[in-house]
C-alpha cells in the first residue's frame, strides 16, 4: 500500500489548518452565489496573473450532494480545474522540473496531474539511484534559498531510517512551504529516490484517469475537499484511501467514508 500511496501524494507532513477561512464562491451564478454555501476555499483567476487570487469572507462547508446538485459540481470541478493551472503555472515559475532532471528522471504525480485538486500541493518524483545529499542540496540550492520558502522539512529516509525499515522505500524527502502571494501558500513535495521506484506512478495515475466517472470525480473532490482540512490527512488518510473508497467500495459521501475509514480502523471525523 505505501508505494500506491505515495504515487498518487507523497506527503507525510500535516497540511496547514484552513479550518477558520472563510470564502466566497466565485464561480456560482449571482443569484445563489450569496445563498449556497460553499465548499471550502474557492478562487478566481484574473487574466494573465500568475497566481489565482482568492476571496477570503466567511466559512462554510457545502452538505449538497454534489453529484445531485449542479451548483456544488460547478464550483468543485472550478476549483479544482484553477488550481491545476495554478500549479502549472508555478511549475514554470520556479523552473522545477529542469531543476529536478538534473538529478535523474522526473515525474510529476499526485493531484496536480490527475485533476483532483482541493489544495494547494505539488509532488514531484525523482528516479535520482544512489543519490548522496550533498548532490541534491547542491543542485536544489536555487529553490532552497528562495526568499519565498518559508519552511522546510526534510527528512534522509535511506539505509537504516528507511520507513519501516523497508530497503525499496529510500528516498531524500523535502517539503517546502511557498508563498506565492501573500496568504497564497504551496506545498511542493519532493521525493528523491535512491533506489529504484516501487511502482510506477505514471501507470498508477492512468489507471486512475481510465476508471474515473464524471460521478466518481465528484465524490473524490467532495470527500476530499472535506478531508484536507483535518489533521489526519495526509498522514493517516490521504488520497489513497479516498480513491480506494469511491473506485473499489462504492463510497460517494463524506459519511460513507467515515463508515469506510472505521472499517479499517483508520481515523475519520469524530
Given at each position: 500500500?505505501?508505494?500506491?500511496?505515495?504515487?498518487f501524494?507523497?506527503?507525510?507532513?500535516?497540511?496547514?489548518?484552513?479550518?477558520?477561512?472563510?470564502?466566497?464562491n466565485?464561480?456560482?451564478p449571482?443569484?445563489?452565489?450569496?445563498?449556497?454555501?460553499?465548499?471550502?476555499?474557492?478562487?478566481?483567476?484574473?487574466?494573465?496573473?500568475p497566481?489565482?487570487?482568492?476571496?477570503?469572507?466567511?466559512?462554510?462547508?457545502?452538505?449538497?450532494?454534489?453529484?445531485?446538485?449542479?451548483?456544488?459540481?460547478?464550483?468543485?470541478?472550478?476549483?479544482a480545474?484553477?488550481?491545476?493551472?495554478?500549479?502549472?503555472?508555478?511549475?514554470?515559475?520556479?523552473d522545477?522540473?529542469?531543476?529536478?532532471?538534473?538529478?535523474?528522471?522526473?515525474?510529476?504525480?499526485?493531484?496536480?496531474?490527475?485533476?483532483?485538486?482541493?489544495?494547494?500541493?505539488?509532488?514531484?518524483?525523482?528516479d535520482?539511484?544512489q543519490?548522496?545529499?550533498?548532490?541534491?542540496?547542491?543542485?536544489?540550492?536555487?529553490l532552497?534559498?528562495?526568499?519565498?520558502?518559508?519552511?522546510?522539512?526534510?527528512?534522509?529516509?535511506?539505509?537504516?531510517?528507511?520507513?519501516d525499515?523497508d530497503?525499496?522505500?529510500?528516498?531524500?524527502?523535502?517539503?517546502?512551504?511557498?508563498?506565492?502571494?501573500?496568504?497564497?501558500?504551496?506545498k511542493?513535495?519532493?521525493?528523491?529516490?535512491?533506489?529504484?521506484?516501487?511502482?510506477?506512478?505514471?501507470?498508477?495515475?492512468?489507471?486512475?484517469?481510465?476508471?474515473?466517472t464524471?460521478?466518481?470525480?465528484?465524490?473524490?473532490?467532495?470527500?476530499?475537499?472535506?478531508?484536507?482540512?483535518?489533521?489526519?490527512?495526509p498522514?493517516?488518510?490521504?488520497?489513497?484511501?479516498?480513491?480506494?473508497?469511491?473506485?473499489?467500495?462504492?463510497?460517494?459521501?463524506?459519511?460513507?467514508?467515515?463508515?469506510?475509514?472505521?472499517?479499517?480502523?483508520?481515523?475519520?471525523?469524530?
Open positions: 500500500m505505501t508505494s500506491a500511496r505515495q504515487a501524494s507523497t506527503t507525510r507532513v500535516s497540511p496547514r489548518g484552513d479550518s477558520d477561512r472563510h470564502v466566497r466565485e464561480y456560482l449571482d443569484a445563489v452565489s450569496d445563498t449556497i454555501p460553499v465548499i471550502g476555499p474557492v478562487f478566481s483567476i484574473e487574466a494573465n496573473a497566481t489565482l487570487v482568492h476571496s477570503l469572507k466567511g466559512r462554510g462547508v457545502c452538505h449538497d450532494d454534489p453529484t445531485r446538485d449542479p451548483a456544488s459540481a460547478a464550483s468543485l470541478l472550478r476549483r480545474t484553477d488550481l491545476q493551472r495554478e500549479a502549472e503555472t508555478l511549475i514554470q515559475t520556479l522545477l522540473r529542469a531543476m529536478l532532471e538534473t538529478l535523474g528522471p522526473t515525474e510529476l504525480v499526485g493531484s496536480v496531474v490527475s485533476g483532483l485538486m482541493v489544495w494547494r500541493d505539488i509532488d514531484f518524483c525523482v535520482c539511484q543519490l548522496r545529499p550533498e548532490r541534491a542540496w547542491d543542485a536544489l540550492r536555487p532552497l534559498i528562495d526568499p519565498q520558502v518559508t519552511q522546510l522539512d526534510y527528512r534522509n529516509e535511506t539505509g537504516e531510517r528507511a520507513p525499515g530497503p525499496t522505500a529510500q528516498r531524500l524527502y523535502l517539503v517546502l512551504r511557498y508563498e506565492a502571494a501573500p496568504g497564497v501558500e504551496w511542493i513535495d519532493l521525493s528523491l529516490w535512491t533506489v529504484e521506484l516501487p511502482s510506477d506512478p505514471g501507470e498508477l495515475l492512468a489507471e486512475l484517469d481510465r476508471r474515473l464524471h460521478e466518481t470525480r465528484l465524490a473524490i473532490l467532495w470527500i476530499k475537499d472535506v478531508w484536507h482540512r483535518l489533521p489526519v490527512y498522514n493517516d488518510v490521504g488520497g489513497f484511501e479516498v480513491y480506494d473508497a469511491v473506485l473499489n467500495h462504492g463510497v460517494r459521501t463524506p459519511d460513507d467514508f467515515d463508515r469506510y475509514l472505521r472499517q479499517r480502523g483508520l481515523p475519520g471525523r469524530h
